[in-house]
């Protein structure tokens, strides 16, 4: 499993960012998809998640209407569409795979993670 994340970067508040997750060495199509973040000195969290043919998909209280999380099957790849960014949302964002949509928030039931992708909000 390798998931690579890229699309972080400085951005002042109000301001939008993409974020994009290649996943290999799985069957993307068969797996639900996520997106969690994780500030400095703080737990990691789900922010959102994607099934894994896209119809459903499941944005966090302090997100929704802002970020919109996205696939394409076809390019193995999994998307963050940012915007109204706060500094709240300042931290390294990662994605992940699941095969049950009933495990997507639990970060214990992750094995791998990639790099993450550093997003700061700042004026």
């Known amino acids: 499993v390798q998931l690579v994340e890229s699309g972080g970067g400085l951005v002042q508040p109000g301001g939008s960012l993409r974020l994009s997750c290649a996943a290999s060495g799985f069957t993307f199509r068969d797996y639900h998809m996520t997106w969690f973040r994780q500030a400095p000195g703080k737990e990691r969290e789900l922010v959102a998640a994607?099934?894994?043919?896209?119809?459903?998909?499941r944005h966090v209280d302090s997100v929704r209407g802002r970020f919109t999380i996205s696939r394409d099957n076809a390019k193995n790849t999994v998307y963050l569409e940012m915007n109204s960014l706060k500094v709240e949302d300042t931290a390294v964002y990662y994605c992940?795979?699941?095969?049950?949509?009933?495990?997507?928030?639990?970060?214990?039931?992750?094995?791998?993670w990639g790099p993450g992708t550093q997003v700061t909000v700042s004026a």
């Open positions: 992940n795979a699941a095969r049950r949509w009933s495990e997507i928030a639990a970060v214990k039931n992750y094995e791998h």
């Open positions: 994607i099934e894994n043919f896209g119809i459903g998909t």
